[in-house]
């Protein structure tokens, strides 16, 4: 069998490593299953790049991965920075890549480059959901606490917008810097404005801090979050006091997919150390489309970025794909919620279905 | 000019020694060699090759400074730094075209170059005006932005676009002048730390310059025609960065003596009394502040017009780029190079920015390698890997002058 | 706005404003000594969290009893804390005695990146926030909308003590004296019968200690640790120590409440521009330089010519 | 003789200190004088006033009839004074020759323009300098001339204070201060160094020199007047003969020893 | 230090010792005794390595070859925080002081073998009755003190432990001739009170005048030695210092 070299680029190491290695893990689950199974005409070698989320450093790994004849395709990006400053290298290159986790709607939206593809959905479905589900709730006014990258000026400026035709009112909005550690003056002035809902558009450090403050300083609104925090450290690291907060991410829950289940246990078995984090279902599903589009026309990135562009109806982890004419992926958002130390899909909650309340107000 | 017996003697203060032929080797070979190195850095893809490459290199520099032959190999590239730097020259041109197709490569080389122009520019500030400047990142983006707006919103050349950029930078770093030049030591520090901060986190939060996101920045298009569009040379395919790469590598060459011919002169002489002893040089008739302004901004100036060469040749500009932990990188790359020593930042800039690249297949644990290499080098070269030469001026200057 | 809120308030950055200033006096315990920037001092910060997380877990799976967690907490955050700080002076720092200042700098902040990579890496998920378990009681104070931890009020008034300790130590006690003379003449200490090497050394560990229970505070107030913690911390305690003053200790003090203060202040009179805090606070540090180019607590000249 | 320097109530406080104290004092063209005075009299301080490293509190003082008076050291400098340091201060880093042509660096092109672009003249400029440090260097020491282009740091402490006096040398000065230049030196080192001192003087007799010293023997040799201050205050003025008779200067400066 | 019974004096001295800084060794093969009591003096000219010497005994330099002893100790390899702690005060060559420190804050330093606070405030009190310029100079930043000054700052610090051996490099550097005499009267009184006393001098003739011995060192070497009546006559010693060629 011929090699066929694919990328993987993903922050591996700073503050967004957990997501990242979790992408990668699950990235290459994938191809190591793919190169267990006889049937495939191919191997597969997985060249893992590191962005450490910086664009610069990204535009590096990216030149790199383009430029090297060998490599067929990619599995790009996390952070939306870096993947917004690399579609122009990929474009350049004509290497079709598969956006696996950044979420800002530009990568796909902002040009009409064939080459970039994106599995996960952008923040606009989850600013759209999150607007319309938490006025659904009977939640009036909001506070929103979002971090100044792209990643939360964007959340923040999506929920805003999707909120103003329900009628629901943002009483003030806190831009913070991602790294903040002490949100107690923001709190204790939110603490005073007294709103339904905290909003928090950032990750999951910051939504972790947000949480703990806000328990500290009494604040009994409940918190409601964007996909950053939804992974099993926002609620190791909040703890307790993450009981009951909700989350929009634009995939269903692992348990709601299909090979779901086989997915969880073929990553356990993998041994590998950490968790595949939330988007590792979407590296792993971009892992197999790229991988199945090689199986079909070869290792042609030409070909390969036909393939790609036209996939309707793919059957993947995270569901089925399909490219609109941006050759982003129609998903839906939905709602989580913490319960008892897990994220629950919301309509399988308890607090779905109507069992228990949300504490506080 | 050969210079007499007696006045070699009183130029260097040593016996005098002839221009020996084993030393004109030496003065060539060792750039070779290193340019080689070089190479073969970027050429190599396995783990175990790089770390060779890494463990030869440390050994190199022991050789160097440890043995009688490293030490006479290194005397003889500074008593003809002429012929040395011709050779590095014709080395550089040649690895250049070694590597005229390979995209990456060659970005890294270009990177490592303007990063070395800023360099230049640090080191004037820092090795010879004494101003620590700690916003090293933050000049060099304000730069890449300049760049972006003259040459994303105006019609202007590219080459004046360029020495916007530069100008640009200075006249910010004017602003921070007052207080740089009240105080000293870690007080400028830490000016420098804040402004960079505060630049950044203004770049991100205020959406003037495209907030979180930054700005594209179309590419370098000095004649008319954008560097992006070359697709061969001369009949010879190339990569559209190499002449990026060239005129990195060219900035870097006129950076480099510009800031030669400064050193080795009175404005040298005068930033570095100025730097060592404040009170003895004004009792000398020199204004202290004059000369840390001029070293500040002159510094500035260099970092701007690299950091939009940078940008033009990235295609964006973002706040990221302007954070602390980036000018913490381009400090290190003078640091570790030796603080005052010109090509010290194109090995640095090699070794802080080419190998973590190289580590990528070590994934998540190379910046833990990384940070063990620079303390290694650092822990057995306190000086950095270059250290600063003493001045040599007039006759004395050997080789092409 | 109430006076519940305005204690609320006053409070946070009381609280805020001891533990840049806890920070701020290690870094000028750095500079007293060695007259060095050790820019790995944030980093050491995290060490502390999670060597006091790990100690008190430790206990927590033996026997559930939150003062004894603490106390283990205390000590391992002591010990790694201070261990890290010897290391980093004695295998770094003084060998280096007599290169560019710059150079340090560079070697501990890698030294930083060390440890903070170790912990990512060695600590399970080492990426991902931790919990930081809840060690003191629970009692919520609450008057009107004031409403604070009691435990918040011991860690206040600890960390508050530590700092008037540390200051007590430097500038009333014999060792005090054995830092502040080898920090100015190496020679001259020595023959004074100073152990150069162990006052040297004492004072790292001094140091980094403090950084390393600050560390410990940090988790208990905030309930949350995470690897890269420290970053930020470190440039901010470093501006807190510099533009108060390196002269003296109560410099860095004074620069650590009126930094947490700028930055609340923004908060509550510009919410909605509160992203602009750093901005401001950094600028207010910048022009405070341009008024008093050595500290708000000024060194007094000693320069002669 | 018109006086070259002129001081009149010079003071100089610090905080409740008075270090300077209504100092008239005035030096005439071509002429030495000898400035002694018990240790911490301020003799040093009025070196630091007169070249602006301190400023002074009140007084007046003109060199050659211009105002010096509270200017800066640049300003004073560029006038004429040269000094040497009671503490040396050399770049230890740098070469011997750097540490001598800061002496002339007012007088040269700094402009980065033409440092830049007008290589010849300034190569042309170093080679006369270097020239000149070299002869200068020479006649205080053959060796210390050799060692022009070697750290300042290298050289034993009677080159380095030889070095501070080239340096102020070179600036061709129209008025030098001395402060202490033989101290540490044995009494033969003190007397080569006056010897050599004294042969400049012959090829430069405008030059006006003061020179501190607690040295008798040297202050007697080359000095053509001598003042004494005590708590910052002239207590003496006058030939060298008279004041080692003087009962002042006998109590409070050169005891009974003498 | 002064706990246990008072030692009777300890004699230093020096075997054979070669030693020097990075590169070649500046002493070589030198060899002196200090005997207790007395004042023994160093006379060389510049550079010939009085100072080398004296850090050598005191740990500052390494001892290459050869011994260094007080009384039964042998100091090669000891720190010298542990050297002085045997009873050594040492006034360091070129008037060195703690600048940021204030006057009394330098004397405390010079006590800090002392543990008892109040003979560290009792012994400055003495130092000031000798120095009252000190005194008046008291909460001074020793930086800003004039070079005089300094001297006297630098020599009342090295005595503040009253110790058994005084080493002194050049303490009338840069002192007026009033002070001069003064210190060479306080040598006197140091040994009339039983110390023993290591002085280097440039000021030859007071030297000779309070010293009992002396070795003369030319470039590295002990080229003369005895006592100062018979060094006064010594033309080893003229040559070395006066330069009669
Ligand atoms: N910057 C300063 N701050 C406070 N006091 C000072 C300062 N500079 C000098 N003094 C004091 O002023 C007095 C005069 O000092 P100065 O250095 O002029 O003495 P001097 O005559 O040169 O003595 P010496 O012969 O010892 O060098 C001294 O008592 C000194 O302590
Ligand atoms: N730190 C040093 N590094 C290298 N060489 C040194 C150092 N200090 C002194 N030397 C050299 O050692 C030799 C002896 O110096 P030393 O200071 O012992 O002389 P000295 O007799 O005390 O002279 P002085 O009367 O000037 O104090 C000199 O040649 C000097 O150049
Ligand atoms: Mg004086
Ligand atoms: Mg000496």
């Known amino acids: 069998k011929d090699t066929v070299k694919i990328a993987f680029i993903g922050p591996l190491t700073g503050g967004s490593a957990a997501a990242g290695v979790g992408g990668r893990n699950s990235a290459l689950l994938a191809v190591q299953q793919r190169n267990a199974d006889p049937a495939a005409k191919y191997t597969y070698d997985l060249v893992v790049l590191d962005d450490e989320c910086k664009p610069n450093v990204g535009v590096q790994v990216a030149t790199k991965a383009a430029s090297d004849r060998a490599i067929t395709a990619g599995i790009t990006h996390y952070c939306s920075a870096v993947g917004i400053a690399t579609v122009d290298t990929y474009a350049k290159f004509k290497l079709p890549v598969v956006v696996w986790g950044a979420i800002l709607p530009e990568i796909t939206y902002g040009n009409d480059y064939k080459q970039i593809h994106r599995v996960n959905g952008t923040m606009i479905n989850e600013g759209r959901l999150a607007a319309k589900f938490l006025t659904e709730q009977g939640a009036k006014t909001f506070v929103v606490i979002h971090d100044t990258t792209d990643y939360g000026k964007g959340q923040n400026k999506y929920f805003s917008e999707f909120l103003k035709p329900t009628g629901g009112e943002i009483v003030a909005t806190f831009p913070v810097s991602p790294d903040q550690q002490d949100f107690t003056a923001e709190l204790t002035r939110i603490k005073e404005l007294k709103p339904d809902y905290v909003f928090v558009g950032g990750l999951t450090p910051l939504g972790v801090r947000v949480r703990s403050q806000m328990d500290r300083l009494g604040i009994d609104a409940h918190m409601a979050g964007v996909s950053g925090i939804m992974t099993s450290g926002f609620i190791e690291g909040a703890a307790q006091s993450s009981e009951g907060t909700v989350s929009f991410h634009n995939g269903a829950p692992l348990s709601r997919y299909a090979s779901g289940q086989a997915f969880s246990d073929a990553y356990a078995k993998a041994g590998f150390r950490e968790d595949p984090d939330a988007y590792g279902p979407f590296a792993y599903s971009a892992a197999n489309l790229i991988m199945d589009a090689v199986e079909k026309v070869g290792p042609d990135r030409a070909k390969i970025t036909e393939v790609l562009n036209g996939t309707k109806g793919y059957k993947a982890l995270v569901g089925e794909i399909n490219f609109d004419n941006h050759r982003q992926n129609i998903v839906d958002a939905n709602v989580y919620v913490v319960q008892d130390g897990k994220w629950v899909y919301w309509p399988d909650s308890d607090y779905g279905t109507g069992k228990r309340k949300l504490a506080g107000k | ?401 | 706005m109430d006076m519940g809120i305005l204690a609320q308030h006053l409070f946070n950055g009381l609280m805020l404003g001891m533990v840049y200033a806890m920070i701020a006096v290690g870094f000028s315990l750095f500079f007293g000594v060695l007259d060095v920037i050790k820019f790995s001092h944030g980093d050491v910060v995290s060490v502390g969290a999670f060597a006091a997380l790990g100690g008190a877990s430790a206990i927590g799976l033996l026997v559930d009893m939150p003062g004894l967690s603490l106390l283990f907490g205390l000590l391992a955050a002591i010990a790694v804390g201070g261990l890290a700080g010897v290391v980093i002076g004695g295998t770094l720092v003084l060998p280096l005695r007599n290169a560019p200042p710059v150079n340090v700098l560079l070697v501990t902040l890698m030294a930083g990146t060390i440890l903070r990579e170790a912990i990512r890496l060695g600590v399970p998920n080492g990426g991902n926030p931790k919990p930081f378990p809840v060690l003191l009681p629970q009692w919520q104070i609450t008057a009107g909308s004031f409403s604070i931890g009691f435990d918040s009020v011991l860690i206040l008034i600890a960390g508050i003590g530590i700092i008037l300790a540390t200051h007590l130590l430097i500038t009333r006690t014999r060792i005090g004296l054995a830092i502040r003379a080898v920090a100015q003449d190496v020679d001259v200490a020595r023959l004074a019968g100073i152990d150069f090497r162990r006052t040297v050394l004492g004072t790292f560990a001094l140091g980094s200690a403090l950084a390393s229970v600050a560390g410990l505070m940090l988790g208990l107030y905030y309930r949350e640790v995470n690897f890269s913690m420290g970053l930020v911390l470190g440039v901010i305690g470093f501006a807190a120590a510099v533009v108060g003053g390196l002269g003296s200790l109560l410099g860095p003090i004074l620069g650590g409440f009126l930094f947490a203060f700028v930055q609340t202040l923004v908060t509550i009179v510009l919410p909605t521009a509160s992203a602009y805090k750093d901005v401001v606070a950094f600028g207010v540090v910048i022009a405070l330089i341009g008024l008093f180019p050595t500290g708000l607590i000024a060194e007094r000249s000693s320069e002669r010519v | 003789m018109t006086a070259l320097l002129a001081c009149s109530g010079l003071t100089k406080r610090f905080g409740g200190l008075v270090a300077l104290d209504g100092l008239d004092f005035a030096v005439a063209q071509g002429e030495t004088i000898g400035l002694v005075g018990p240790n911490g009299s301020g003799k040093t301080t009025f070196f630091n006033v007169l070249t602006g490293l301190y400023s002074p509190t009140s007084g007046a003082a003109s060199l050659d009839a211009v105002d010096i008076f509270g200017k800066s050291p640049q300003s004073i400098g560029r006038a004429g004074v040269a000094r040497t340091f009671q503490r040396c201060r050399l770049m230890l880093d740098q070469t011997v020759f750097d540490n001598i042509a800061l002496g002339v660096l007012r007088a040269k092109p700094l402009g980065l323009l033409s440092t830049l672009f007008r290589r010849g003249r300034l190569r042309a400029d170093l080679d006369a300098t270097i020239a000149r440090a070299h002869q200068l260097a020479c006649r205080f020491n053959p060796q210390l001339g050799a060692a022009l282009f070697r750290p300042a740091g290298d050289l034993t402490m009677i080159d380095r204070r030889r070095v501070e006096i080239c340096r102020a040398l070179i600036a061709n000065p129209r008025l030098l201060l001395l402060d202490e230049p033989s101290a540490g030196m044995t009494p033969d080192e003190t007397r080569r160094l006056m010897d050599d001192l004294l042969a400049f003087r012959e090829e430069a007799p405008h030059l006006a020199v003061v020179l501190v010293e607690h040295e008798m023997d040297v202050i007697r040799r080359v000095s053509d007047r001598c003042v004494v201050l005590n708590f910052g205050r002239k207590i003496f003025e006058g030939l060298f003969d008279a004041m080692i008779e003087d009962r002042e200067v006998q109590t409070a400066y050169l005891g009974s020893g003498q | 230090m002064s706990t246990g019974e008072i030692p009777g004096p300890r004699q230093l001295s020096v075997k054979a010792v070669s030693s020097g800084y990075d590169r070649a060794d500046v002493l070589k093969q030198v060899s002196i005794e200090v005997v207790p009591g007395a004042v023994t003096c160093i006379l060389g000219a510049n550079g010939a390595g009085k100072s080398t010497l004296i850090r050598t005994v005191l740990g500052l330099n390494r001892v290459r070859t050869g011994e260094v002893r007080f009384g039964e100790t042998v100091l090669n390899d000891m720190p010298t925080h542990k050297i002085v702690a045997l009873g050594i005060g040492v006034i360091p060559e070129g008037n060195r002081v703690l600048p940021r420190m204030s006057v009394v804050e330098n004397l405390q330093v010079g006590g800090l073998l002392q543990s008892d606070t109040r003979k560290v405030a009792a012994r400055m009190e003495e130092m000031f009755a000798i120095f009252p310029r000190l005194k008046e100079r008291r909460s001074q930043l020793a930086g800003t003190l004039s070079g005089g000054e300094r001297s006297m700052l630098s020599i009342a610090r090295g005595l503040m432990t009253e110790p058994e051996l005084v080493v002194i490099d050049e303490p009338s550097l840069g002192l007026s001739p009033l002070f001069v005499s003064e210190v060479f009267n306080i040598v006197r009184r140091l040994k009339e009170s039983g110390m023993t006393i290591l002085l280097v001098e440039q000021n030859v003739r007071q030297t000779l005048d309070v010293a009992d011995h002396g070795y003369v060192l030319l470039q590295g070497r002990v080229v003369a030695s005895g006592t100062t009546a018979a060094l006064r006559e010594d033309t080893e010693l003229h040559r070395a210092y006066f330069g009669v060629h």
């Open chain 2, 1 to 401: 000019m050969r210079s007499t017996n007696l006045d070699a003697a009183i130029a260097t203060g040593a016996p005098p020694q002839a221009r020996s032929l084993p030393g004109t080797a030496a003065a060539i070979l060792v750039p070779l060699a290193a340019f080689g190195a070089l190479a073969g850095l970027l050429q190599v893809h396995e783990q175990w090759e790089t770390g060779l490459l890494v463990l030869a290199f440390l050994a190199a520099l022991v050789l160097l400074d440890r043995s009688r032959a490293g030490r006479s190999l290194a005397e003889a590239c500074r008593t003809q730094s002429g012929i040395a730097s011709t050779s590095a020259v014709l080395a550089a041109l040649a690895l250049l075209w070694t590597f005229r197709e390979d995209h990456y490569s060659l970005l890294m080389v270009a990177t490592v170059a303007l990063y070395a122009v800023a360099g230049v520019g640090l080191n004037i500030q820092m090795a010879f005006g004494g101003i620590a400047n700690f916003a090293a990142a933050a000049f060099f983006s304000i730069g890449a932005y300049t760049a972006a707006v003259l040459a994303g919103h105006t019609g202007l050349p590219h080459l004046l676009v360029l020495a916007a950029g530069g100008v640009v930078s200075a006249l910010i770093g004017v602003v921070m002048l007052l207080p740089v030049l009240r105080t000293r030591g870690h007080y400028v520090a830490l000016v420098t730390i804040a402004f960079g901060v505060l630049l950044r986190t203004l770049l991100e939060v205020n959406d003037t310059f495209g907030g979180p996101q930054g700005m594209k920045i179309p590419g370098f298009a000095p004649f008319g025609s954008d560097f992006g569009d070359v697709a061969t040379i001369a009949g010879f395919d190339v990569s559209f960065y190499l002449p990026y790469a060239l005129a990195a590598a060219a900035l870097f060459a006129l950076a480099f003596l510009a800031g030669r011919m400064l050193e080795r002169s009175w404005v040298g002489i005068a930033m570095d009394a100025v730097r060592t002893d404040e009170i003895a040089a004004s009792a000398f008739g020199l204004s202290p502040a004059r000369w840390k302004a001029t070293a500040f901004l002159t510094g500035n100036v260099l970092i701007g017009v690299a950091g939009a060469l940078y940008g033009m040749m990235n295609g964006f500009v973002n706040p990221n780029g302007a954070g602390f932990g980036e000018s913490l990188i381009m400090l290190s790359i003078i640091v570790l190079g030796g603080l005052g020593n010109f090509w010290g930042a194109i090995v640095a800039g090699a070794v802080i920015i080419i190998l973590p690249e190289k580590l990528q297949s070590i994934q998540e644990y190379r910046l833990l390698i990384f940070a063990v290499v620079v303390i290694a080098i650092l822990r057995f070269r306190p000086g950095g890997i270059l250290p600063r030469p003493l001045r040599t001026l007039g006759r004395q200057q050997g080789g092409a002058s």
